[in-house]
């Protein structure tokens, strides 16, 4: 399997979507926290918590005795640059455009 | 009752195919840093308290960017490896008032050549630099995720996007 593969399985399940929603709501969530929003039991979330993870949009840090799972957006950036800009024109964005747009509203 | 934790820790992960040295490069050395993401010129004087600071194209520096963009401190630097180091966005003065955040680079060589690439950034009380490095702001670059993407395209084809 591809790494393209392994993030289009990852993503193809409502359970899946719904952890990474939570986890871009509030990121270093610990699998207690995700478990209490889902009705699911503790070895169901496990698995497809791993499933993310192997997919690498779902990255795992230890702070101490608690493991935190945190939200990796670049797996889905890599397919957006290499398929996604093939057919759209490409926005071409600035720094400089955001500091005068923010300098205008400030 | 949920605990809560960290929100204000970004975690970016990417599998590049290169040697660790050649992400070393491309993360401190200028020459390498203005061919990916926003381009910048990238120095650093890679000791504990040495200074970094990242300078934009003249391109950027034409449309009103600051010359320097970012700046910091190196904290610990373990070539090829690990890379810790103060960030502070510089283009305006609220934003620089955010002061210092941390930005960590971990290198890791895995299996076929393979390494991976983690940049651990903690932002607290920074939400107008956490708001750019997440690239959620529209047309403000894509942060994070945009460099990283584009890093690993230069290395491992030689190529880039298209710069900004």
């Given at each position: 399997m591809t790494d393209d593969d392994r993030v289009f399985k990852a993503l193809a399940d409502p359970t899946r979507r719904f952890l990474l929603d939570r986890l871009f709501a509030r990121d270093g969530r610990t699998l207690t926290e995700l478990e209490s929003e889902l009705e699911m039991t503790r070895f169901g979330v496990m698995k497809h918590l791993r499933v993310l993870e192997e997919a690498n949009l779902v990255v795992a840090r230890r702070r101490g005795r608690e493991k935190l799972h945190f939200l990796n957006p670049v797996p889905i950036r890599l397919i957006h640059d290499r398929w996604i800009d093939k057919y759209t024109e490409r926005q071409v964005s600035a720094l400089a455009d955001l500091k005068t747009e923010l300098e205008g509203t400030a | 009752m949920t605990t809560m934790t960290e929100t204000t820790t970004q975690v970016y992960k990417v599998f590049i195919r290169a040697t660790p040295q050649a992400i070393w490069?491309?993360?401190?050395?200028?020459?390498?840093?203005?061919?990916?993401?926003?381009?910048?010129?990238?120095?650093?004087?890679?000791?504990?308290?040495g200074r970094y600071v990242a300078r934009a194209t003249p391109e950027l520096q034409a449309r009103g960017m600051t010359e320097e963009v970012v700046d910091g401190e190196v904290i610990e630097a373990d070539p090829p490896h690990r890379l810790v180091q103060t960030w502070r966005f510089l283009w305006d003065e609220e934003i620089k008032a955010e002061g210092p955040t941390t930005v960590t680079y971990e290198i890791k060589e895995g299996d076929g050549g393979v390494c991976s690439l983690t940049v651990t950034h903690e932002l607290e009380n920074a939400p107008r630099t956490l708001e750019m490095?997440?690239?959620?702001?529209?047309?403000?670059?894509?942060?994070?995720?945009?460099?990283?993407?584009?890093?690993?395209?230069?290395?491992?084809?030689?190529?880039?996007?298209?710069?900004?």
């Open positions: - | 490069d491309a993360i401190t050395k200028p020459e390498w840093s203005r061919r990916y993401g926003y381009r910048p010129m990238n120095e650093y004087e890679l000791r504990p308290g490095i997440t690239g959620v702001i529209e047309g403000a670059g894509g942060g994070w995720p945009y460099v990283l993407s584009d890093l690993k395209t230069l290395l491992e084809t030689g190529d880039s996007l298209p710069g900004i």
